[in-house]
């Protein structure tokens, strides 16, 4: 393995990229979303309403990119036993990479086709939307109700949710690392977000107010569309609940890790097989060596702090680093 730097040590911007506004079925206008993530750090929102497609391109100035896009949702109305509580669906987001392209096909917003089930004209809906400029979202699997059977077919995805916060309060159904595990069982080469999902429906700082949850932190060479999209597609991002990863490195087979205060940092991997290093009790680390066999196939970082919020990297496979 080459010596670099998987994440650095700095420059990173905080971006939710998931989020409903009073253009579908959330509480906040874009504007009154803006001013409430940026007033806790925020530099980037991705603003995903159910159905349809928007660019919010006024609020966009130095210290804030609004990334245009929509979510869609394909439901299996035909098996639902009680209608709503127990209804399978794929809720998909799509991330615009260039709104200036095909505007007129995007403000469309296509739909997938009404036949959950087919695997292949889902699959066919998604590289369509590749087609058009979208990088593609596999969103909250566990509050979706579905298993492997129902994903491990998806194709043309860039990415899935790991960790979702309005799931979460939800019924504890928005963290699913197993989930995105099995994905990259199955061959597929896909990033992980963590994301708020938020419609704001409770104030803000009541404990069940789903803005503020769930993180992607962005290495992004400047505050701009391309870039910030360059860098999402290359997955130069972290996932968090909370901790911060402060630069990870390979050097000599070696590979290290530096976060903020947490209790367990543990390098997953294609096999059975983990890395980790956990704080005795009352204490806590900082930063982590691990040596590489070269023989994990891929790996990817996840740490828990004494708050029990995770933070993790999305995977890294071996071939590429070699």
């Known amino acids: 393995m080459k010596d670099r730097v998987l994440l650095p040590e700095n420059g990173f911007y905080k971006a939710n990229l998931h989020s409903h506004t009073t253009v579908s079925d959330g509480a906040l206008t874009p504007e009154e979303a ?32 609004a990334l245009a896009g929509y979510e869609v949702d394909l439901n299996d109305f035909m098996k639902s036993r009680d209608g709503w509580p127990r209804l399978k669906t794929y809720h998909i987001n799509l991330f615009d990479t260039d709104p200036a392209e095909h505007a007129q096909e995007k403000a469309q917003s296509p739909l997938p086709p009404r036949r959950y089930g087919d695997i292949h004209a889902l699959n066919g809906y998604l590289e369509q939307m590749n087609q058009l400029g979208f990088l593609v979202s596999y969103n909250h699997p566990y509050w979706s109700l579905q298993d492997y059977d129902d994903y491990k077919g998806l194709r043309s995805l860039f990415a899935m949710e790991i960790y979702n916060h309005g799931c979460e309060h939800d019924g504890l159904y928005g963290f699913a690392p197993q989930a995105y595990d099995e994905m990259l069982r199955t061959g597929q080469r896909l990033f992980c977000l963590a994301t708020d999902d938020n419609h704001n429906r409770m ?23 391309p870039s910030v999209i360059s860098a999402l597609a290359a997955g130069d991002f972290y996932w968090s609940m909370g901790p911060e990863l402060r630069g990870v490195s390979l050097e000599n087979g070696i590979l290290r890790v530096k976060t903020s205060p947490v209790e367990k940092i543990f390098v997953m991997q294609e096999g059975r097989g983990c890395y980790k290093r956990l704080a005795p ?42």
């Open 203 to 225: 104030p803000f700082g009541d404990p069940l107010c789903d803005s503020f949850g769930g993180f992607v932190m962005l290495h992004a060479s400047k505050l701009d569309y």
């Open 34 to 65: 803006k001013k409430a993530y940026q007033a806790e750090g925020y530099s980037i929102v991705a603003f995903t309403d159910h159905h349809k497609y928007a660019w919010h391109r006024e609020l966009c100035d130095d210290s804030f990119l």
């Open 281 to 322: 009790k009352e204490e806590s680390l900082t930063e982590a060596e691990f040596a590489l066999s070269g023989k994990e196939g891929w790996f990817r970082i996840e740490v828990r702090d004494s708050h029990g919020l995770y933070a993790g990297t999305n995977a890294y496979f071996l071939d590429d680093l070699n």
